[in-house]
Structure formats: structure tokens, C-alpha cells
């Protein structure tokens, strides 16, 4: 038996870090507003490093933000295996999506160091920057900058409500660094995370073995109408956007009870109306929408359908509708041997446990196209996230903790 076979997180230490990150932009109902690159953001990135230093890390920062905690293997010049995934929130969120799997990567680190174990290849905690999207869109836009999906620029142009940059909230907090992190120097990613729906506590299945993610489409629909009195133009004469924009949210409805069946979604998510004021028609709605099912060619066939009702949609509301952006991500499957790795050690400790499909975006989805990388998820009571009131128990998170541990070292030697 190896020397690391019997090795466990000291689980109460983990709870107890997590515990500390939950009062760092606490919210009177319990959750969490840590809107990336806040305050807030700042404090608590300040904090992990601490973390991070004190358990003898070196903590790298890139041009966005993205923050890496190495601890050096036996190879010099190995590649890392990073754990990770992002400490920013909603802005009314959960104490645990996505700090679940940096804080356990902390613990990972500081387990190593409490038993004295040297590693052949390095291992590095990774906090994205910007996962959520809650403050600069698109969401996951440190891992797409880690990729090289997205440029640094494309990432500091971006403006909050409030017209901030992200560059400027970077610098702000004082998180713009110059450390060049890149997927040339890591040899995989785990990152685990609550499962944000309900199928594992639902059936009380203790693990999900992510092995890909659903299809996504995005797109954003304009709707033109006209502006008018809202009493003397008659009824006749009217092309009030907001009737284009209520035809389209029920025709994408209707596209999700056709995807349901078969595990999909179709969602209307926001809408901006102009001028968006009494005693006028409406001109112009710009509203997003979201498709999304296992599978691409699905997603992709139901997002024609729509787009095939444009036609009768425009008639209806004797408006004009048009996709003006659209994207994609998901679709993809995770690393066979990363996946096979967190499945052996799920049985090998005796966890109950599911392969399944993520629904949800992550930044592991962004960092799959330039690392072998896999996910695990771990139960979240009754799949409640981006909720103040999400929670976990150390009861739920204690397998996929271990997984972690077990497969990180199967990795790294
Ligand atoms: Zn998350």
C-alpha cells in the first residue's frame, strides 16, 4: 500500500476556510455579493493568497487577474496540474459555487505539506478571474484569456453598468499583474463544483464524474418597432417592440418544452426595451436568449427552427426581429484519462456516484480545449445556486474533496 492511499483532507480546516470566505461579502440572507473585481473580490483574493503563501506557495497574477498558486513538484521544469475554478459570485449568490473548488485545492496543498509529500509534477490552485459574468460580460473570461480564446485587451475593455472597465477594476484593487499564465506550463486541470441542480441530492448519488458539457447557444435578438402615443395611435397602427419581444419569448418557450424530453432548455433571459418609458411605444428591444441540450446537433436544429419563425414572428407583431450576435460554447467532452482517473478514485474510496453532463458554463468548458481537464461535482441542497440561500454540508462535500485529492495525486505522481 502507498503512502498516500490512506491520505484525507483535514476536512474541518476546510470548513473552516470556507467558512471565512463566507463573511467576505456576506449578505444579510446568508449568501454571498462578490461581484468580480469588487471591493469585496479584492479582500477576499487578498485573503487566499495569504492562504496560499503561508502553505509555502508561490502566487502568480496575469494581466487579468487570473491568480496561481504553484507548489513545486520533484521535476523542475514539469508541467502543473492545477485545481481550481473562481472565487467571484452573483450578485445575490451561494457561498460555495465555484470557492468550493479553489478553497478544496488549498486544502489539497496543505494536506501535502501536513504529511510531507513531494509530488513528481507540480500542483497549482488556480482562481479565474470574472467567472460569473455578474458584473463584466461574457462570463468566464479569465479562462478564455488563459486559452487564448480572447485577448487581454478584449478582457480590460470591458465595462460595467456603470461604465468601469475591467482594466480599471483590476488596477483598482491592484490585481493587474504581469506573470504570463498560459496553458504551455500545466499538464491538466480538475476543477470540482457543486452540481447547481438538483439530480444528485435528488437521488442522493454522492459524486457526478463530469465527463462533457451540454451544447449552448446565446444569442441576442433586436426587435424594431415604431415610437408613438401610447393613447391616440390606434390600434392598427401600432408596431410596439414589446410585442415583438413578447412573441419571441413565447416562441423560444415553446422551443423548450420541445427540447425538454430530451433534457434541454430554451430560456429568454433579459430584455432592454427603449425608450422604456410612459406614454410611448416602444422602438427597440434588444433581449438575450440561451438553448441548451446534450446534444450539439439538437441545440443546433432547435436554434434553426427558431430562426425559420422569424417570418411569422415579425407578422404577428408587425415588427422587424433579427439575431444581431450569437455564440456557442459546450458541447465538448472532457479528457478521457483526467475523467478515468476521478471515476477509479470515486470507487475505489466506495462513493456512490453518476457520469453526467454539466449544464451549467465553467470555466473548465473554456480550459478543455488546451488542457486534458475533467470536473467532479459534489450534491448542493435540493440544486439551489445563484441563491443566497444554497448550501452544502461537510457530509456533502467530503467525497468529492477526497476524489480530488486522490486523482490530483494520480496525476501528479
Ligand atoms: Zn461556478
Redesign the pocket.
Known sequence: MSRTSNLRPDMARLWATLARSAEIGATPRGGLRRLALSQEDGEMRRQFQDWCEAAGCTVAIDAVGNMVALRPGREANGKAVLVG??LDTQIKGGRF??ILGVLAGLEIIRTLNDHNIETRLPIAVVNWTN??GARFEPPMIGSAVFTGAKSAQFAWDRTDKDGITLGAALEEIGFKGDAVIGPQSYDSLFEL?IEQGPRLDDQKIQLGIVTGAFGVRGFVVEVLGETGHVGPTPMPQRRNALVGAAHVTLAVEEIGWLLHPTGGKSTTMRLKAEPNLLGILPDRVEMTCDMRHPSEEVVQAHLQMFLDRIPELEEKSRCRIAVRESWTYGGISFDAGCTALTRQAAQDLGYSHQDMLTEAG?DAMHVAHAVPTAMIFTPCEGGLSHNEAENVTLADIEPGVNVLLRAVLARAG
Open positions: 475554478s473562481h459555487d465555484g467567472e460569473e463544483h465553467h
